[in-house]
């Protein structure tokens, strides 16, 4: 695994426009919470993904309990991971079989998976791991709304 260049990084941020959050928590102390509202609040849409959850309103969005909930026409782009690393096989399974308009597997600060990785960028996929994007997009854009495309 090579780390990402910042213009890898800037072009999956400014491209991506729906990211669905795999382990998102209904707790705001929780990296996965407040990762999706920084994410939100910088002009992404943001999906939430959780069994346990499931129904539920969070980030103005309903709460899905699997990747294959989400309608395709929420053409989700990046799918943000936070799972133990030997549990994202089968979260990048689901996101290829049931998210036709994904470009990105990205892996939280921690998280990584080679073969899963390998999985993907296999499919066309961009795979980042063991990165945050709350930690790259400021030190990449600032603290302005999410660029254009």
């Not at 910042?6 to 382990?23: E, P, S």
């Not at 799972?83 to 996101?95: G, I, K, L, T």
Request: glycine share 6%; charged share 25%.
């Amino acid at each position: 695994m090579t780390d990402p260049s910042d213009d890898l990084l800037r072009r999956v941020l400014t491209q991506t426009r729906t990211i669905a959050v795999v382990g998102f928590s209904a707790d705001p102390s929780r990296p996965s919470h407040y990762v999706a509202a920084f994410l939100k609040g910088r002009g992404y849409r943001v999906i939430p993904v959780n069994p346990g959850l499931a129904g539920q309103v969070f980030l103005g969005e309903t709460v899905r309990a699997a990747l294959a909930d989400i309608p395709a026409e929420d053409r989700v782009d990046m799918v943000d991971i936070f799972r133990r690393s030997e549990q994202v096989p089968p979260v990048v399974d689901d996101a290829l079989a049931h998210l036709p308009h994904l470009r990105t597997v990205w892996m939280q600060v921690g998280v990584m998976n080679a073969e899963a990785a390998a999985k993907a960028e296999a499919r066309g996929l961009t795979v980042i791991q063991n990165r945050c994007p709350k930690a790259e997009y400021p030190r990449l854009f600032g603290d302005r709304p999410r660029p254009a495309a």
